[in-house]
């Protein structure tokens, strides 16, 4: 017994792990089908018991009515036997004996075939009284067809001797019946009784296995909303976490309904969320060490450009006093060949400061080199953080399509919950356990809608700032690729200038040795001069625009600064936003 029990309880465990791994819709469709088939077990039950109990009982009632019939036919057989005897023994006409004699004769042979029948339905305890009748009968017969005998012999005094006799047998042969009759009426009484107690016993057994039923129904109900509750509510308090920003929980998925798939969902989704997550704080935090090092170079530069400008507004204010010397040394040629001191040191003047215009000319060359040294690793880093925030951008793109698959997933469950409502409805008192749960599943799919709404939100903002530092990097390349030709054509313009102030200085020099040769040249000298002026004043005019080129790069260095300064704080911006959620190994 106890094995069967086991064997039982294996079994209906069985049945509950495969009513757990189907899905939402065939769990409900389950329940409701365990429960009609239990009760409609139950109505089958109690029709097939009923039918049964009164099919016995008709057949019982229709044997007693058949024993009952007969007997009734077998009294009136014997008490028409007896008007027949007693209408051959009134009566005197040969042809009317004659005919009661055939009749009664006809009789004897109905009570035969009747009394065949009787037997058929007779039980033993009935046997004796049957036996009975039918030896009475007999009697009756005998004493009849003697009497019959007699007539035809002519002994009639015997035959009213007899007569009597034939009487009282006929008389207890119809209390034999009688009693035969109030025996089988008695039976159909107790017939009926025992079918009304066995109908009643039916429906007493039914009511009990309809309420065993009932709980069992009940129990199967439970047993699949706890199945569809659980699942539904550890889902819950997992949204509820990430919502608040803690991506290291994960939901559940042990069914494999639609709520386990969507579990498995939900989780693949935090994983890609989480591995965003990762992707973008790594991210910005190269962004931002880009950004301080965009800042630095341009602080650097600046500086630098300053003291560029300085140094060519010197040799601007140097190379105007060259060419107001010149011009004075063509005055002076003009004037007077004779003061060749005067011209000396006039010479030796303009030979020094034709030395310190080339050796500054030499250093802003260098500076320039060095200009264009940063301004190629401020392009190298722009270009880098262009793909640092392409990177970026194709990662918030990723987002955005989770974003878009938890939406779909959310209207999804939301649809299924509203058709899990509208199958409770239809469910009646039944589906109020099923339309608790789909609400709660409704729920489930606005919290993570709202979700959803509030990711692509905050994917909005952080894609605005990185439209925004897009932008201003690539002002900034625009402006660095500007400022490198500019400085490049400075760089060319200012080598021009020194191998020029080289060449003056030479030449400077040669007039310092040959002044002998310059006396004996005067003209031509002067006329050197006039062309040293001119060029002097090329060269000053050059170096004035060069200045300006240089003021104007360090206009643009310091816009670059400033917004370097603003990718700072974009990036730190950005790593705010990224701090607001909670993944795998950090807090």
């Given at each position: ?227 569809i509750q659980k699942p539904v509510k550890g889902l819950m308090e997992v949204t509820r976490k990430v919502a608040l920003g803690d991506l290291r929980n994960r939901a559940a998925a042990e ?287 050059q170096i004035s625009v060069v200045e300006v080129s240089i003021k104007e790069q360090t206009s643009f260095i310091k816009e670059l600064h400033a917004q370097a300064e603003s990718l700072d ?19």
């Amino acid at each position: 017994m106890r094995k069967n029990a086991r064997k039982e309880g294996l079994e209906i465990k069985f049945q509950l792990n495969i009513i757990k791994n189907l899905s939402l819709s065939k769990k409900i469709i389950a329940g409701l089908l365990i429960a009609g088939l239990i009760f409609l077990s139950i109505g089958i039950y109690a029709v097939t018991t009923i039918s049964n109990t009164q099919r016995t009982l008709s057949s019982q009632l229709n044997d007693g009515m058949a024993k009952l019939r007969i007997n009734d036919s077998i009294k009136t057989i014997v008490l028409t036997q007896q008007n027949l005897t007693l209408t051959f023994i009134s009566s005197k006409d040969e042809t009317l004996r004659k005919a009661a004699i055939d009749e009664f004769r006809y009789y004897d042979r109905y009570f035969t075939e009747e009394i065949i029948k009787l037997n058929n339905y007779l039980t033993d305890e009935e046997k004796p009284v049957f036996e009975d009748i039918k030896h009475k009968h007999e009697v009756f017969s005998y004493l009849s067809n003697a009497m019959f005998s007699l007539h035809t012999r002519g002994n009639e005094l015997v035959v009213a001797q007899i007569e009597p006799n034939s009487k009282a047998s006929t008389e207890k042969l119809v209390e034999s019946s009688n009693q035969m009759s109030e025996d089988t009426i008695q039976a159909l009484n107790d017939v009926q009784a025992n079918g009304d107690a066995n109908i009643k016993n039916a429906l007493r057994r039914s009511s009990l296995y309809g309420l065993l039923g009932l709980v069992l129904s009940i129990f199967v109900s439970f047993y699949v909303v706890r199945e569809i509750q659980k699942p539904v509510k550890g889902l819950m308090e997992v949204t509820r976490k990430v919502a608040l920003g803690d991506l290291r929980n994960r939901a559940a998925a042990e069914s494999r309904d639609e709520i386990g798939e969507l579990a498995q969902s939900f989780n693949l989704m935090i994983d890609n969320l989480e591995s965003v997550i990762k992707d973008t704080t790594h991210k910005s935090d190269q962004l931002l060490a880009s950004s301080e090092s965009i800042r630095k170079s341009t602080q650097e530069y600046a500086g630098l450009a300053e003291n560029i400008s300085a140094s060519f507004s010197q040799a601007s204010m140097d190379v105007a006093l060259n060419a107001d010397g010149i011009r004075e040394m063509s005055y002076i040629i003009d004037e007077t060949n004779a003061n060749v001191a005067n011209i000396a040191a006039v010479t030796e003047k303009i030979s020094e400061a034709a030395g310190i215009s080339s050796q500054r000319a030499e250093d802003g060359g260098l500076k320039l080199d060095t200009a264009v040294s940063h301004l190629l690793e401020i392009d190298t880093n722009s270009r880098e953080t262009n793909v640092i925030l392409s990177g970026l951008a194709l990662l918030f793109e990723e987002v955005a399509q989770i974003t878009s698959v938890t939406k779909k997933f959310a209207e999804q469950t939301n649809l299924l919950a509203l058709n899990a409502e509208i199958e409770a409805a239809h469910a009646g008192d039944m589906g109020k356990g099923f339309s608790v749960i789909a609400s709660e599943v409704r729920k489930l799919a606005q919290a993570s809608t709202e979700n959803s709404h509030r990711i692509e939100k905050k994917l909005e903002e952080v894609s605005g700032f990185s439209r925004k530092v897009t932008e201003v990097i690539n002002k900034s390349n625009l402006s660095i690729a500007n400022t490198k030709t500019i400085v490049e054509d400075l760089s060319k313009s200012l080598k021009e200038i020194i191998a020029n102030t080289k060449m003056e200085a030479l030449e400077i020099k040669n007039i310092y040795n040959t002044i002998e040769d310059l006396r004996k040249a005067s003209n031509s000298m002067a006329g050197k001069a006039k062309d040293i002026g001119g060029f002097s004043l090329s060269t000053s005019n050059q170096i004035s625009v060069v200045e300006v080129s240089i003021k104007e790069q360090t206009s643009f260095i310091k816009e670059l600064h400033a917004q370097a300064e603003s990718l700072d704080s974009l990036a730190v911006n950005l790593q705010g936003v990224v701090s607001k959620f909670t993944v795998g190994g950090s807090v």
